[in-house]
C-alpha cells in the first residue's frame, strides 16, 4: 500500500537528498514536502521534482498549527518524516531565539496536530512520526571514550543540541502519554550535495574553488564522526521500515576524523583534479590548483567557537545489528561523489555565498 509521507525541511540539505532518495526508491508513494524556505531552505534543491505527479511542495512555517493541520488532512498523511530545524551550532550561539522556536516550539506543534489528525477520532489510523536528530545531544566525549550508544545521558551543550535533545524528549512523552506512533534517530555529521556552503566541507570546498582562505578552529583537532547522506538517509528509510515504535536509533558509520585531516583530505583531493583536469584551471582561476600549488597554502587557523564540543563518535550497533544497517561510503569515496556534484553544480553553490 503506498505510503503519503510529509517530510519537513525538504528544501534543505538532508531533507532535499531524503525526497530524492525517497522518490526513487518509492516511486507508487506520495510526498509532500513542507518547508519555511529560511536561509538554509533552497525550492531549487527539489526542482528534479516538479513535474512529478506523486510530488508536492507547500511553503509554510512548521509553527504554523492550522498550516500542518491542513497539510496532515488534505495529503491523507501517514507517515511524517521531520527534519525541519535550525541546524548551524555557530548560529545557535550568536543568535538562540529561533532554535528555540523552530527545533522546540515547532517540533511540538508537528507533534500536537500529528496526535489530532491520527489518534483524536475513534480508531487510531496507521501512522508514524519519525524524528530527526542529532549526536550532538549526547554532549562531548574525551579521547577514548566509547562512541555514543541510545542509552547515553543526554548532556547537549550549545543552543542548537539543547533545542534538539528538548525535542527528542518531546517526541519520546508524545508515545508514552498519548500512544503516538514515534521513532527517532540520532546521527553523525552529514556531508553530501546540497550542503549549504557554511559547514565545514562545501566551505572548504567552494572557498579552494575561489582561493579564499579555510578558516580552522583551534589546532583543529576537534574530532567528528562523518556519514555521506545517502547513507544517512538509507539509515531513517530502514528505521521507518523496521525499526521499533517508540524506539531510538543511531546512525553512523563508525568514521572519526579531526577537523585539520578532513580539510587536508579536501585540499589533496581537489589537487588531484586540478592536476588531471586542465579545464578546471579555467574555470576556476583563483583555486591554488590552476597554478599548481597546493590548497592547503589556504588554511587559515581561527580562534575557536564558545564551547566547542572536543568529540563526537557514533555507536551504531543497535541499528548494524537489529536492522541490518551498514553505510555504503567510505570517507574517501564520499568526498569523491560530493566534490563531483559540487563541481558539476556551481550553479547551485555561487549565489549562496557571500561576497
Ligand atoms: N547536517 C548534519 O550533519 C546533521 C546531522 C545529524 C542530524 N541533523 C538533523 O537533520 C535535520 C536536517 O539538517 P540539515 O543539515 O538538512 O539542515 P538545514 O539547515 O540544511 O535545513 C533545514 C531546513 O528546515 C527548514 N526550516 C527551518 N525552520 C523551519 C520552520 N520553522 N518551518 C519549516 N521549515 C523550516 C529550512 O528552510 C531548511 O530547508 C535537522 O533536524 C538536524 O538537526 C543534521
Redesign the pocket.
Known sequence: MPKSLLV??A?????ANFVHYWMQHHPEDKVVA?????Y??NRANLDPLRDNKNFSFIHA???DYDSVLQALREHSVDTVVH??????VDRSITGPDAFIE?NIV?THTLLKAAREVWLSGGEAQPHRFHH???DEVYGSLSVDAPGFHEQQKYEPNSPYSAS?AASDHLVRAYHHTYGLQVSTSN????YGPYH?PEKLVPLCLTNILRGRALPVYGDGSNIRDWLYVEDHCRGIELVLEKGQVGETYNIGGNNEWNNLDIVHLLCDQLDARFAQDSSLAERFPDAPGSSGRSARDLIKFVEDRAGHDWRYAIDATRIMDELGYKPYESFETGLQRTLDWYLANEDWWRPLLPE
Open positions: 519537513t525541511g528544501a534543505g540539505f538532508i531533507g513542507y518547508d519555511a524556505l529560511t538554509a531552505g512555517d512548521i509553527c527534519f525541519a530545524a535550525e541546524s548551524h523552530t515547532g530527526v536528530s542529532t534538539k546521527c553523525s555529521n552529514n549549504f
